[in-house]
């Protein structure tokens, strides 16, 4: 007997850089499709961290259901593993709400790990003995001691973590003093799987000139609505200056101005390139995936939301497609 399509969860995948909209798009995507999302950015997991991560208003989250957010505080670790996890055990449920589960992001480990998998990491125990050692050293040696060391046993990792990001570089190396294996490896030796839903993959696209001046503004606007006080008032809460939730662009830099290492002018400045240099390595990641079907995004996210509805017409099942308007 032919499966009835409806038994398999269906998937929207939707991806591109930071700032091309992908909220505004999939919020307003609920005017035609009742959806819920899943998101796959690893910096709206943490509590109290929002004007700078851009989560989603409040507004827009009475609209449209989101998960995994505000999920972690801002001194405690999420890993690609955790989000997959978390996500495998979302998507039927929403399915079977009669939803369309929309896993909408950035982050593209966490997608892949979502999608493909990923290998079987070392115990727990060992892996949080080996950390614990390996941040004692970042404190005394400093992030340019390890990343030589780690340029030493995995060269290949080494060079897509040219930014030199401490998690990145933590994370390679605690794995391999608990495996003796290059995390590079243990990626090859481990091939990909089929997820146990359908997949459909859409690409928000702009211009490169366009999404430079997105990323621009919107890091003015955060300057200009509470970035900074967000960051003293959660550095007053008492988590410290070097925790996961401050790892990023935008919170760094506040930090130093508040610090007196950067004048107003001179952390904006890098904000915006930092985050530019993220949205470059974002669209790199995904041009692995030649399956993504990028769309023009427009600056008026009703206009992209209507785009995206006309394709996904031609990927839901008929079942489906028969009580769309």
């Not at 050293?137 to 930014?163: F, H, I, K, W």
């Not at 794995?175 to 990909?192: I, M, N, Q």
């Not at 003015?220 to 008032?233: C, K, N, P, S, Y």
Request: aromatic share 10%; net charge positive; proline share 8%.
């Amino acid at each position: 007997m032919e499966r009835d399509p409806r038994d398999t969860p269906h998937v929207l995948v939707l991806v591109g850089a930071t700032a091309s909209g992908k909220t505004a798009t999939i919020v307003r995507l609920a005017t035609w499709l009742p959806v819920e999302v899943i998101s796959a950015d690893s910096r709206q997991v943490y509590r109290y961290l929002d004007v700078g991560t851009a989560k989603p208003t409040v507004e827009e989250r009475q609209r449209v259901l989101h998960h995994c957010i505000d999920i972690r505080d801002p001194d405690q670790s999420y890993s690609a593993g955790e989000f997959a996890a978390d996500a495998l055990s979302l998507i039927p449920a929403i399915w079977h709400r009669g939803k369309l589960p929309c896993v909408v992001g950035g982050s593209g480990f966490y997608i892949h790990a979502l999608c493909y998998g990923l290998f079987e990491a070392p115990p727990a125990p060992l892996l949080h003995q080996v950390r614990r050692q390996l941040q004692l050293r970042l404190q005394r040696e400093g992030r340019d001691r390890l990343y030589e060391e780690l340029c030493r046993v995995d060269p290949e990792l080494a060079a897509r973590y040219s930014d030199r990001n401490p998690r990145r570089i933590l994370r390679a190396l605690e794995f391999y003093y608990a495996t003796g294996l290059p995390l590079s490896h243990a990626h090859r030796l481990y091939p990909p799987r089929e997820p146990p839903f359908v997949t459909f993959w859409v690409g928000l696209h702009w211009e490169r000139a366009q999404l430079y001046e997105r990323i621009n503004r919107r890091a003015q606007w955060m300057w200009e609505h509470g970035l900074v006080e967000e960051t003293e008032r959660v550095l007053a809460m008492g988590y410290p200056p070097d925790s996961p939730g401050f790892n990023t662009h935008g919170y760094a830099e506040c930090i130093a101005y508040l610090r007196g290492e950067l004048s107003e002018a001179e952390a904006l400045a890098r904000m915006q390139q930092r985050t530019r240099q993220y949205a470059k390595r974002q669209l790199t990641w995904f041009r692995r995936y030649s399956h993504i079907r990028w769309i023009p995004a427009d600056p008026d996210p009703a206009v992209t939301a209507e785009r995206l509805y006309l394709l996904l017409r031609t990927w839901l099942p008929e079942t489906l497609r028969e009580s769309l308007p």
